[in-house]
């Protein structure tokens, strides 16, 4: 069955620190891959996502994330990040029909 | 802007009780789904509909039931409302096309608590 592994529950950094927070999926086939943020109070929002081309896909806020095939990773990173970056973050895969698959969540603070 | 309206963000129900949740999406999605949020746990998929009056389960299914008479409006239903159902639950909407990539648009949730 298709599943999306989030490697971290809670990351604390630094502003300014670099972030990466890993995303594993376990589909064989064709796949879309998404990042969705939560910021505190509000709803889910997409981040970015991958559907084809470039492996190296760029979202909002600076955020970027990096299909891997061979590793079955879609992990997302930040080379600088800020306080209003705090938020939960979800890895989500869809093999193209209607069903998307979610993560457990990471959530991130970041201290001001 | 794609809009996906929850009627309710915060509900109070007794134990047994039944519970309608409802959510209304404006651009003419053909997909329409229910998870919940649970921390450590991530987004579960509880149903899930493709099109009027068609729906499928998802994976967390029991308890549950849900009904789409009109493409915009998908219903969850907690048919005898019971204490491990408190949670927060996420209506969501896609078009499901190729070139949408199946993004899907969220409500802003609706926290039950079963009391």
């Known amino acids: 069955a298709q599943s999306v592994s989030q490697h971290n529950h809670h990351v604390i950094l630094s502003e300014a620190a670099s972030l990466e927070l890993g995303c594993n999926y376990s589909?064989?086939?064709?796949?879309?891959l998404f990042w969705y943020v939560q910021y505190p109070g509000q709803h889910l929002q997409l981040l970015l996502k991958?559907?084809?081309?470039?492996?190296l896909v760029k979202g909002i806020k600076g955020f970027e994330a990096e299909f891997i095939k061979s590793k079955f990773s879609f992990n997302l990173r930040k080379p600088s990040v800020q306080w209003s970056d705090t938020a939960e973050y979800f890895c989500a895969s869809s093999s193209g029909g209607f069903k998307t698959i979610f993560g457990a969540g990471t959530r991130l603070f970041v201290k001001a | 802007d794609v809009k996906v309206t929850q009627s309710s963000r915060y509900l109070v129900k007794r134990t047994g009780e039944k519970v309608f949740l409802e959510c209304v999406q404006d651009m003419d999605h053909e997909n329409m789904f229910w998870y919940r949020q649970d921390p450590g746990l991530g987004l579960r998929l509880i149903y899930f509909?493709?099109?009027?009056?068609?729906?499928e389960k998802g994976d967390i299914p029991e308890g549950y039931s849900v009904s789409r008479e009109k493409k915009e409006r998908f219903s969850l239903i907690l048919e005898s409302a019971s204490t491990n159902q408190t949670s927060m639950y996420l209506c969501a909407s896609s078009s499901g096309t190729e070139s949408s990539g199946n993004t899907i648009y969220f409500g802003e949730g609706s926290w039950l608590t079963v009391v």
């Open positions: 589909y064989g086939g064709t796949v879309n």
């Open positions: 991958y559907f084809s081309g470039d492996p």
């Open positions: 509909s493709y099109d009027v009056k068609m729906k």
